[in-house]
């Protein structure tokens, strides 16, 4: 049998040509899913245009909107089952209806800052706009007068304010959440996690009962920041809680075998790991209260000239500045609100960037002004270890040897 196995003739497999290779489409949408996609928009504003038009008494917007969408979904759901089985179908609709969701909050937010601009975009065009408040103009002057001075300093300050009690006490608190595990931290997260959803109103009404009755502090600035304190605190403690359980447990116990203890391990292991993550949540919190207006209004007043003391007095703020501008029925107040409205949306976004300068590298990466310094310690140590003394003396050569 050996040598049956042996002689047994061999077979080759004859190469293919060799020629370049095709070029494999690796992208999920194919033509056939373009064509449903089309043909599924074109009958349905047909058919929509028909019901509305032709068939029953519909003059709607909205509704010829949503009965159109309602009979796209039914048609691309009709068009993919012609080459899909059950299956695929109900993946490819249930991916059209959350990327129609997101391209509906997309332009809703699109609308919101578009609009905001194109009725504003006049007062923006001056620079008294930003050089000057409106303790001297009138509800009749023209827009080369006047501007929201005042309610950017207030604003500035009282965010400051509320970053200066929120930010460490909230990062601390998260800590707490996640290394001292307990009862008792069962607790402080269930009262975080209702105060999430805390009206500002309420938060509002407890600065001016508790400080400004019962403590005898004035209405200013300060007030106005402790009040905006109760309502970006939840949030920064959530969200820091979730970014922190993230952090791999193996970093934590890699940590403790080198011999770091547990504080240590926080401070140069967790938080650095966390940084980007920590720094999403200030700006949640920031967010969320640099926007508000009750709470300013019930704990701060309202000002129409600068007050940059945040101790003493009343201080307006940008939301509080444009919800006073917006409600007049003069047609230039009107613009100075909605111009308001988009240089608080303009200041959001640069706080975020500079959020994302500060805390956008990665756990480890290095500065430039760190790898600067680091370079110049290592040279230090170099000279350091050069001009140290040798410890041990060298060998004296034997006596018989000649030199």
């Not at 089985?85 to 997101?102: C, G």
């Not at 800052?113 to 000057?132: D, E």
């Not at 300013?296 to 009343?314: M, Q, R």
Request: net charge positive; hydrophobic share 50%.
């Amino acid at each position: 049998m050996p040598e049956l196995l042996k002689h047994e003739p061999k077979t080759t497999i004859p190469l293919r040509d060799a020629g370049p290779e095709a070029r494999r489409n690796t992208s999920p949408v194919t033509s056939n899913e373009l064509l449903a996609l089309a043909g599924a928009l074109a009958g349905s504003v047909a058919l929509t245009f028909l019901l509305f038009g032709w068939i029953a008494p519909f003059d709607s917007v909205l509704g010829f909107v949503v009965v159109a969408y309602l009979c796209f979904l039914g048609l691309y759901a009709v068009l993919v089952s012609l080459d899909e089985n059950r299956v695929a179908v109900r993946d490819r609709v249930t991916a059209v209806v959350w990327q129609s969701l997101a391209a509906l909050l997309l332009a809703a937010l699109g609308f919101v800052v578009i609009y905001a601009l194109l009725r504003g975009h006049r007062a923006l065009g001056h620079w008294n706009f930003y050089t000057q408040d409106m303790s001297s103009t009138g509800p009749l002057a023209p827009l080369t007068q006047g501007g929201v001075l005042h309610a950017m300093v207030g604003t500035l300050e009282q965010i400051s304010i509320s970053l200066a009690i929120t930010v460490p006490l909230g990062l601390m608190c998260a800590v707490f959440l996640n290394e001292v595990p307990g009862g008792y931290a069962r607790f402080v997260r269930t009262v975080v996690e209702a105060m999430t959803a805390l009206p500002s109103i309420v938060a509002g009404l407890f600065i001016y009962a508790t400080v400004i009755l019962m403590i005898g502090v004035d209405k200013s600035g300060f007030a106005a920041g402790l009040a905006l304190s109760v309502m970006m605190l939840p949030i920064i403690i959530r969200a820091a809680d979730v970014v922190l359980r993230l952090v791999p447990g193996s970093l934590r116990e890699a940590s403790y075998a080198l011999g770091s203890g547990q504080w240590r391990t926080v401070w140069t292991v967790v938080l650095p790991t966390s940084r980007s993550g920590l720094t999403t949540a200030v700006i949640l919190g920031t967010a969320r209260g640099i926007g508000e207006t009750s709470p300013v209004l019930l704990t701060s007043g309202a000002a129409a000239g600068v007050n940059a003391n945040a101790l003493s007095g009343p201080q307006t703020s940008l939301p509080l500045a444009t919800f006073q501008l917006v409600t007049q029925p003069q047609p230039n107040m009107i613009t100075r609100g909605f111009g308001c409205a988009a240089l608080l949306m303009f200041l959001v976004l640069l706080l975020f960037l500079l959020a994302r300068v500060i805390g956008g590298r990665g756990p480890g990466e290095l500065s430039r002004g760190r790898q600067h310094r680091r370079v110049l310690a290592s040279r230090r140590d170099v000279e350091r270890m050069e001009r140290r003394p040798q410890r041990f003396p060298q060998p004296a050569a034997p006596s018989g040897t000649e030199s």
